[in-house]
């Protein structure tokens, strides 16, 4: 599978473990790494997810965030294609970055974009049937592919 890992799933890891779902959703994104790492499905990603990071206030925070990127092989360019898809994403009401994520996520062919934005996911659930990608929290997206 083709997965697609916004910057909150990649900036999870190294937020504070105290929460239960912050500690849960870390532990679902080691799994998707260690899934990367053996080959079973394959982190994507794009300049959106590079252009975030680089506005991370935190220099060090920024770097382990940025060392956990795939492949440059694996992170698109944002083409004009990208931009309409994400224009009208934007027109339905998802934030600029949101649509980004998602236009890009669809050009990239994945099979599913991970976020930790609660509000990212209800928007697409909502509008599910006009993305050509699924939207999911990575904790929920990992209990039903393990089934």
């Given amino acids: 599978m083709r997965v ?5 799933c990649l900036d ?3 937020d504070d473990h105290q929460q239960a779902r ?12 260690q899934r990367f790492a053996d080959g ?5 990603s794009s300049d959106m997810v590079v252009f975030e990071l680089a506005a991370m206030p935190d220099v060090e925070r920024q770097e382990q965030v940025r060392a956990l990127l795939p492949n440059p092989d694996d992170i698109i360019s944002l083409s004009p294609l990208i931009l309409d898809r994400a224009e009208a994403l934007t027109a339905m009401g ?3 970055a949101d649509a980004v994520h998602i236009a890009a996520a669809e050009q ?3 099979d599913v974009l991970l976020t930790c934005d609660d509000k990212f996911v209800r928007r697409a659930r ?3 049937s006009r993305l050509a990608v699924e939207v999911d929290n990575p904790l929920f997206w990992i209990r039903r592919s393990r089934q």
């Fill in 108 to 110: 990239l062919q994945a």
């Fill in 4 to 8: 697609y890992l916004d910057v909150s």
């Fill in 126 to 128: 909502r509008l599910g």
């Fill in 12 to 14: 999870r890891p190294f």
């Fill in 94 to 96: 998802f934030s600029p």
């Fill in 40 to 44: 079973s499905d394959r982190h994507v």
């Fill in 22 to 33: 912050i500690r849960l959703e870390a532990e679902a994104i080691a799994i998707l790494f």
